[in-house]
């Protein structure tokens, strides 16, 4: 069993020298990375449903483009392909973001827009009428909760 677990990690410290020196100066993993790998990973599961060629020659396209800006050694363009993406994907990061921290946060606070301004508001929970000022333009209003 020692001997086993032995050979074990000596697999993975090969593993990791290779993966080390295959990576050493290409560019690597960023944002547009990994939201083309939920896309591979998306039109994947659809194509257990719907076998279309079409879908799959999208597949394997973007996961060959996936695959050439990570081993890329062109970081100023890699860099510049992910800053498009960051520039463009901006507004729904920011509302995925927001729902998220609504449903981790549900129980301690509640999410309120404010009627002058539509800033999102963070809310404590409890039970009542209050009156909140907005932080942004310093407006007040009543919230029921
Ligand atoms: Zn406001």
Redesign the pocket.
């Known amino acids: 069993m020692n001997d086993f677990k032995y050979q074990w990690h000596k697999l993975k410290c090969k593993i990791s020298s290779f993966m080390h020196s295959a990576l050493t100066g290409r560019y690597g993993i960023d944002h547009l990375y990994r939201f083309l790998t939920v896309i591979i990973y998306i039109l994947l599961f659809i194509q257990i449903f719907f076998r279309v060629k079409f879908l799959y020659l999208v597949t394997i396209t973007i996961l060959i483009y996936n695959f050439y800006r990570v081993f890329s050694k062109n970081h100023q363009a890699r860099y510049r392909e992910n800053q498009l993406y960051l520039k463009y994907s901006k507004k729904f990061r920011s509302w995925f973001n927001l729902q998220k921290r609504k449903f981790v946060e549900r129980k301690e606070y509640r999410f309120r827009v404010?009627p002058?301004?539509k800033?999102n508001l963070r809310v404590k929970n409890v039970k009542g009428k209050h009156t909140v000022k907005?932080p942004?333009?310093k407006?007040d209003f009543e919230v029921r909760l």
């Open positions: 404010c002058n301004c800033q907005c942004k333009c407006t």
